[in-house]
Structures are given as C-alpha cells and as structure tokens.
C-alpha cells in the first residue's frame, strides 16, 4: 500500500477566502482594472504568439520591459511564474537539506512553507512590540545560528510597515548569508534597494505584476541580483516557467510606463484615504488598539476583536485579512473603502 511521507501527509491545499463577497479587500490586489487601449494592445500581442513553441525560457522581451521600467539592466533580471514560484526555486536551490533559513515573524507566509517544503531548517526572529523588523537581533541571530538564506519583505505583509535603506544595506553588509529582500510593495514607498543589487553579492530583490501594476492573473515575478546569483537562479529554475501569453502581455503592461506610474497614485492615494478614515474610526470607537503607519497599499490593525469584526464585515459581504489578533484590509475603490468604514460602524455599536 502506498503512503504519503510525513512532510506531506498533513499538509492541506491552499484556500483563500472562498464565496462571492461584494467587497474584496482581502488579497492585497489592485481595484483598477485594463484600461481598453491596453487591452487591445494585449489582444495584439496575443494573436501572434506561436501556440506550438514553449516559450523563450529567459523571457527576453519581458525581462528587458521590466529593466527598461524601472531603470536597471536586464542582465540582473531572471522572471517567474509570479515571485512566489521564485520563491520556492530560490530556497530550494540555495539551502541544501539541513541548512537554515531565517524568517521573520509575522512576515509573508511563503518563505517559510517553501522552506519547510525543502528541509531547511527554519530560524524565526520576532518581531518588536511594535511588529518593525529588529536589525540587530536578526544579525545576531544570522551569524550565530550560521544561517545561510535570510528572506523578509519590505515593505512588509502583512504588518504594512517599512525598513529604511539604511537599515537593509546594514543588515545585507553585515551578514553572510544571501539576503532575500522582497520588494513587493516597493511601488507604495521608496525605500528601494533596486538600483543597488550590484554592489552587493548576497542580495536578492523579488518584484511582482501582482499589486501595484495590477496584474495578478498573469503570475509574473522578477528576481533581480547580481551575476553570479542570476546564472544561479536561471540555471536552477524550470526552462518553460513564464508561459508565452504571460510574456508577451506582461511586456505590453510593462511598456506602458505613463500608465503603471498612474495607477500608483491612484492606489497611494486610495490607502492615505483608507488609513485617514480608520485612524478617524479608532479615535472614535474603542474597538482598535493599533493602526499601523502604512507603506503598503492595505491598513494593519491590531483589535482584540479581529475575529468578530472579521466574521461580521462577511455578514455584510465585505472579505478582509484576519491573521490572529490582528486585520489587514486592503485599500479598496472610494466607494469600496466607505463600505468597510460604514460595516465598521455598524460593527462596533454591535458589539462594543
Ligand atoms: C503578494 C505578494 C507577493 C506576490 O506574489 P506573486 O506570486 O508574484 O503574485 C510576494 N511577496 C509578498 C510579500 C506578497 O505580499
């Protein structure tokens, strides 16, 4: 009789909220959708694809659109069938069995299933009281734990708070493990370090399609590193990962530089909105303890109630984030962030 290992045999598959709720604000995705001039560009680029051939395994095109856009070269660049299929090849590449990936906590689920995945051994630094990253413990901790992949966000999902540059380029020169910064709300801040993945030959920057350029149907992630690690990531990556659709429409997006740089106002000014109506809320009602200072497109709260009021905001068919004690909703349309603050509302004379 056959059975499943113990590494899989209590796993389940991924769920995300499931149903049809009117108001989604629970995956951190963009509210604006294809203007129609980029959509038949799209169709355009779509019609001439070669259905019979596998895809250019280096998605040349759509490397080089992404480099062009944001002003680095294409060299540095390897794409993925979105970052989180990076993710997964990079901490199995670059850990063999038994070697330690450290993680902060809370931060994006991801880089630890993947490393769980691939018999790393996980080291977990906590986060301070007030959930930003602790630089000096996480160096400490690198270095006597001998840890050799280091992976956070930064901006980070799920707390929304950022790490200067400052103190990312203090963390990348003082460890020697590869540092995986994933950039993938770098669009809200500006705190980059994509200019400067260069000068360092343990940094790794992950970049995504799937939040700011609004993109997330088409799975596209980049990594960005110097050379060595390029050939590295290229050379371990599965040949055909970036189908030619995603390719092709994804260089279309990317090439439409006035347009993304739009689309990141609107979505900066949608969370300023957000955030200065919840901020509003807490001073009125009892019902947060904490509205994180966001560079994100999505607030953070820390509520003891996060349960009810999440269960609550379903009622009223309005999906957020509820991650223990604390909610992360996503910044919405004008009309999708008014709905959430007036559900609020309501929630808190129900319950208060
Ligand atoms: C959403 C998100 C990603 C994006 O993943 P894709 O696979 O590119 O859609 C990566 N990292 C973090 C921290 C995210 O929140």
Do not use: H
Not at 17 to 27: F, K, N, P, V
Not at 131 to 144: N, P, V
Not at 177 to 202: C, H, I, P, R
Not at 315 to 333: D, P
């Amino acid at each position: 009789m056959y059975t499943l290992n113990d590494k899989i045999k209590f796993m389940t598959p991924y769920e995300p909220i499931s149903g049809d709720y009117q108001t989604r604000l629970d995956a951190n995705e963009s509210f604006l959708t294809l203007p129609e001039d980029i959509k038949a560009q799209i169709q355009q680029a779509v019609g001439k694809i070669d259905y019979n051939r596998y895809p250019d395994p280096y998605a040349k095109k759509l490397c080089k659109a992404f480099a062009d856009a944001y002003g680095i070269s294409p060299e540095l660049v390897t794409a993925g069938n979105g970052s989180d299929e990076l993710i997964s090849v990079i901490v199995n590449s670059f850990l063999q069995k038994g070697e330690r990936l450290l993680v902060t906590e809370p931060d994006f689920s991801m880089y630890r299933f993947y490393g769980e995945l691939s018999e790393a051994q996980i080291v977990k630094v906590p986060k301070k009281d007030d959930l930003s990253i602790d630089a000096d413990a996480l160096i400490e901790t690198a270095s006597r734990e001998g840890v050799r992949v280091i992976c956070f966000s930064n901006p980070c999902n799920p707390t929304s708070l950022g790490l200067t540059r400052g103190t990312v380029r203090k963390i990348i020169t003082s460890v020697s493990a590869l540092v995986v910064l994933d950039e993938a709300y770098m669009d809200f801040w500006e705190q980059s370090m994509l200019g400067e993945t260069e000068k360092y030959d343990n940094l790794l920057l992950l970049k995504t399609c799937s939040k700011a350029a609004g993109f997330a149907a088409a799975r596209i992630g980049f990594a960005v590193a110097g050379k060595p690690i390029t050939t590295a990531i290229r050379a371990a990556k599965s040949p055909y990962n970036v189908n030619s659709i995603s390719q092709e429409i994804g260089a279309v997006l990317l090439n439409n530089t006035p347009y993304l740089e739009n689309c990141r106002k609107i979505m900066i000014k949608s969370r300023r909105e957000l955030e200065e109506k919840i901020n509003r809320f807490q001073e009125e009602t009892a019902l947060f303890d904490t509205v994180y200072e966001s560079c994100t497109n999505f607030v953070f709260i820390r509520t003891g109630k996060a349960r009810q009021i999440y269960e609550k905001l379903l009622e009223r068919s309005i999906a957020v984030r509820q991650i223990s004690g604390y909610l992360r909703i996503t910044a919405g349309t004008e009309q999708e962030n008014q709905a959430v603050l007036n559900a609020l509302r309501e929630i808190s004379r129900e319950i208060e």
